[in-house]
């Protein structure tokens, strides 16, 4: 059973099957179609289609439904048949893009970036979905999955938007090492599978470890990096060395110059910064997570011109925090999560006047927003680069560069 529908108004009409013609594609991934003048958002579609669509979520009042495509009328040139045989409606809710071509999916994605940009950036921007160097068919990449474990003890996960768990043993997007068997798990648990890129694997159940080490190592930027069981560290193995060329490419930090490294995680912004800086520069990383500062320290030990705080953002900015963050910068990284950094954070990185910010984001609609919040302070994006960092899914991240308004020429 669902655990996540919203109230729907008016008698529910799920079930209801319908044919519809398939408008664009959607932050979320869905693509809009209309019905009898209202807005229904469909998954397992893409632009230009003709399906027959089952509601997922809605009422006769609501102004928008949920719905599944559960058949094809006249497909896309872009749809191929999902290399994983749980993809699709009602199946494994991990994947939602499998029935895209790859490269159609970041065109797709590029398109979603675009829209959000504009709508709630007020910025017309061509946007290129770069895929990972290396990475050509999408499949194989997740380092990090986490499964659920159903009450007969097989690990799989979960529908979409659902409680249900779909036993997979063989997950096509997780890499290698990171799928599990067709062993038997404690039934409810939670089973999280890490495979470093140095060969290391880590299993955690409910977050103990049940196999490897407490921490795993991986490498990036030319270091090594210890990351705890469960903390946070890019899922595709291109990841971290494609966001730290693309984020020191933007910031061209000089010698002597003073960085931060904003929700730094493990380090790994910082430390690809320290070595530009130099020791007479100096590099701050802030992060929330008590076990991930604890790694970054360790990380970085080497670099006494690293300093890292443990707090939240908003309150090491604020002043509230640890005492100890620049009130002038010239470099301000930036990768927060989901939610991105939000008004009152944006107005203190922009109050310490940097020459040149760069935004790591995972949320097109959160980067938006904040540029939105950066722009009425005098921040102009000057550029943009957008990478297929979760292919299969609709995901997609992003490093905007920033720099003061009439410093810089723009595009
Ligand atoms: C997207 S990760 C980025 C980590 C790091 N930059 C990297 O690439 O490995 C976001 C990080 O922000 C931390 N975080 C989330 N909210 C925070 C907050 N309000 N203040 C500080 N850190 C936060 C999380 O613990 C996580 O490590």
Redesign the pocket.
Known sequence: MSGRERTVRGESVAGTQVEVDVGPVAHGGVCVARHEGRAVFVRHALPGERVRIQVTEGGTEDRFWRADAVEVLTPSPDRVDPPCPWAGPGKCGGCDWQHVAVPAQRSLKAAVVAEQLERLAGLSWPVDVEPVPGDADGLDWRTRVTYAVDDAGRAGLRAHRSHTVVPIDFCRIAHADARLGDERWPAGSSVEVVAANTGERQVLVDGDVVEGRRHVVEEAAGRRWRVSGGG???VHPGA?NT?VDAVLDGVQARPGETALDL????G??AGALAPLVGSAGTVVG????RQ?IADARRNLHDVPWVRLLAG???RVLAGTGPAGVPVAADVVVL???REGAKAAVVRRIAERRPRVVAYVA?DPAALARDLATFAGLGYRLTGLRAFDLFPMTHHVECVAILHPAGEVDYP
Not at 263 to 266: E, H, L, P, R, S
Not at 286 to 289: D, N, Q, R, T
């Open positions: 946070f560290w890019q971290a966001l929700y730094c995680g493990v790994l912004f802030v992060e929330g997570s991930a939240r953002v908003d990768d927060p999560p995972c």
